[in-house]
């Protein structure tokens, strides 16, 4: 048996970002996973007091559930690593480079994989070089058919399909409200997988893929996180071949982008059978309705043991 078998541990959701509902969700059920597995669990808003708490506090394993910027990008993590603290998830370089869709995209394309054409865009570039001219060449480069999020965030906020020319100056605003740079991309019709990767201490696996099939045909923030929205297939209804592939494919994204214990690795399979990198997720929702969770039971494995493996790797590092 392991000395970290019961272990304190806070678990921190809420924060200021768009999306503090998510966060809040994901880290109760998390708090109530570990609780079930034996550790000693406290739940933690962030605030100013966070720091000074948990360097008197001293737990065995920090656990962010801190969907958005306030967990995501990278600064927290930095702040936890300079104080000696340890925590589930990627390190603050690897929280970064995922942070950033674009950055993402560009090295995982470098490494030979295939992700859909794109162009990222500051909303400077249209006050400098006007509206018109900006978003016909983005219909040339990238064509009619797109899709536009921003470039650092998640929950899909701010994400539009865009299938009619006349509709993209809307999107492009859309996208701006939760970032001051925007992705277009070039929109791949297939079969969108969800591929959560998890590293307990010995390795990256891939679990079974998620298939995602949204009753209005957008996986939206609605359709991720209320229940009826969308039918989820766990594991996906795709051939052998093809998941054998998606997840190959999903953990190599997860070891170029350096990221540690758990991330969601989301992918498009379009009718060829290619399988195309969309984005990756340092710190997946696990919620009810999350994508990871649903893996996890695929799997075979229960929540509470998975969760509590993760954290033990996290503190045994």
Same mark, same amino acid.
């Given at each position: 048996m392991?000395?970290?078998?019961?272990?304190?541990?806070?678990?921190?959701?809420?924060?200021?970002?768009?999306? $503090?509902d998510?966060?809040?969700?994901?880290?109760?059920?998390?708090?109530?996973?570990?609780?079930?597995?034996?550790?000693?669990?406290?739940?933690r808003?962030?605030?100013a $007091?966070?720091?000074?708490?948990?360097?008197?506090?001293?737990p #065995?394993?920090?656990?962010?559930?801190l969907?958005?910027?306030? %967990?995501e990008d990278?600064?927290l993590q930095?702040?936890?690593?300079?104080?000696?603290? $340890?925590?589930?998830?990627?390190h603050s370089?690897?929280?970064?480079l995922?942070?950033?869709?674009?950055?993402?995209?560009?090295?995982v394309a470098?490494?030979g994989?295939?992700?859909?054409?794109?162009?990222?865009?500051p909303?400077?570039?249209f $006050?400098?070089?006007?509206?018109?001219g900006?978003?016909?060449?983005?219909?040339? %480069?990238?064509g009619?058919a797109?899709?536009?999020?921003?470039?650092?965030g998640?929950?899909?906020?701010?994400?539009?399909?865009?299938? #009619?020319?006349a509709?993209?100056?809307?999107?492009?605003? #859309?996208?701006?409200?939760?970032?001051d740079?925007?992705?277009?991309?070039?929109?791949?019709?297939?079969?969108?997988?969800?591929?959560?990767?998890?590293?307990?201490?010995h390795?990256?696996?891939?679990?079974?893929?998620?298939?995602?099939? =949204?009753?209005s045909?957008?996986?939206?923030?609605?359709a991720r996180?209320?229940?009826?929205?969308?039918t989820?297939?766990? =594991?996906?209804?795709?051939?052998? #071949?093809?998941?054998?592939?998606?997840?190959?494919?999903?953990?190599?994204?997860?070891?170029i982008?350096?990221?540690r214990?758990?991330?969601?690795?989301?992918?498009?399979?379009?009718a060829d %059978?290619?399988?195309?990198?969309?984005?990756?997720?340092?710190?997946?929702?696990?919620?009810?309705?999350?994508?990871?969770?649903?893996?996890?039971?695929?799997?075979?494995?229960?929540?509470?043991s998975?969760?509590?493996?993760?954290?033990?790797?996290?503190?045994?590092?």
């Amino acid at each position: 048996m392991t000395e970290f078998k019961k272990l304190d541990i806070v678990v921190l959701s809420g924060g200021i970002s768009h999306e $503090r509902d998510v966060s809040l969700r994901s880290g109760r059920r998390v708090a109530e996973e570990l609780q079930a597995a034996g550790h000693t669990v406290t739940l933690r808003d962030p605030d100013a $007091r966070l720091l000074p708490m948990l360097a008197e506090k001293a737990p #065995d394993v920090v656990w962010p559930a801190l969907h958005g910027a306030s %967990g995501e990008d990278g600064a927290l993590q930095a702040l936890l690593r300079a104080r000696g603290i $340890r925590y589930v998830g990627s390190h603050s370089e690897s929280a970064g480079l995922a942070w950033s869709k674009p950055t993402a995209k560009a090295l995982v394309a470098r490494a030979g994989i295939a992700t859909p054409a794109w162009l990222s865009l500051p909303n400077g570039t249209f $006050r400098e070089l006007g509206a018109n001219g900006v978003l016909a060449e983005v219909v040339h %480069g990238i064509g009619p058919a797109a899709v536009v999020k921003p470039a650092q965030g998640g929950s899909a906020q701010g994400v539009t399909i865009v299938t #009619d020319v006349a509709d993209l100056p809307r999107a492009m605003v #859309d996208a701006y409200t939760y970032s001051d740079v925007a992705l277009i991309e070039k929109k791949i019709e297939g079969t969108e997988l969800a591929i959560a990767v998890m590293d307990s201490g010995h390795g990256p696996v891939a679990l079974p893929a998620v298939e995602i099939e =949204p009753l209005s045909g957008v996986y939206s923030f609605e359709a991720r996180y209320n229940a009826g929205e969308t039918t989820f297939y766990a =594991p996906a209804r795709v051939s052998e #071949d093809i998941a054998e592939r998606a997840a190959a494919t999903a953990v190599e994204v997860h070891k170029i982008l350096g990221m540690r214990h758990i991330s969601r690795i989301d992918l498009i399979v379009d009718a060829d %059978g290619v399988v195309w990198f969309l984005e990756a997720n340092m710190l997946p929702g696990l919620t009810e309705t999350s994508l990871v969770p649903q893996a996890i039971e695929a799997a075979g494995l229960t929540l509470a043991s998975a969760y509590s493996a993760l954290a033990l790797a996290a503190a045994g590092e």
